[in-house]
């Protein structure tokens, strides 16, 4: 039984929406072998997006990324030979049994986000909605899969025992001048301590991918990405990483950002996970544009966005971890 590290809770109690019946058309239902995959492929760095026990672009291109970084044959299928170099990792548990603690469900929340930035910049934080969410992305996955993982569950409280996927790192050993706040977020959404130093970032807007590199040109990580947009397209070239801003403010500037009226007035939105650029800014040396989260995990690879390239949450910090200031980054079609 796995206890959640102490992490104390405004709010003892907290609701899983049932999942909807399958219906002709919806969305099929969850998989384990699929899960399974994707548990494995998130551990290695090869992120499959969100851990839905489901097939989708992200998990064709974490099987495409990893059966290149093993000298596979790149289908994005899981043949045998790549089944066989997933299993080698070990014999991975794809879900675990927690038990949640007070901390698992502290605050702060904000249960109605403001649409209007000028109210969203009043707020002490853009925090979680509810507890579900904080933990569903603690876990790398979605409150509905949550919900499908724990079928008759329909209330929990500090003590409750839950099914969610194995999203837990082997290390949680973060580095020496992380700030407290830093690390709190890190060990807050899983993220894998122990990962290799990028000798180079590669995004492709072909397929929407962002790789990383080691000094030896080698594939070491990948993860899908939401890349630009026809307004604000990838700005082609080579760049590089000017510095890591962990859980940043962003300055909502109408100046720079199509499809809000100038007449706007420039906000200072606080920091938290559902930030518009998430728990993590990689600024790059091309002006205004960085390597982010998110605050909607679901739709990455699928949104479009301010010309930026956005990530989940917890593979944003993870490649945060990665880099350093001067790490070369490569955009190209």
Known sequence: MKRIAPVVSSMLALTFTAAAPAQQGATPPLDPAVLRMQVVLD??????GVIDGRGGQSLTNALKGFQESRGLRVTGKPDAATLDALRRFGNVQPTMQVTLDAAAMRGPYVPQMPDDYAEKAKLPAMAYSRPLEKLAERFHTTPKVLAELNPGVTTIGVGSKITVPNSFPTSRAYPADATPQWRATLASLNVEA???????????????????LDGNGHLVAQYTATIGSSRDPLPLGNWKVLHVSPNPDWKMNPKILKGVPDSKQAQIIPPGPNNPVGVVWIDLSKEHYGIHGTSEPEQIGRAQSNGCVRLTNWDAARVALMVKGGTPVLFQA
Do not use: T, W
């Not at 551990?43 to 499959?48: C, T, V």
């Open 194 to 212: 122990a990962v290799p130093k990028a000798a180079k970032i590669v995004v492709d807007k072909s397929d929407g991918i962002l790789r990383v």
């Open 43 to 48: 551990k290695l760095g090869f992120g499959p």
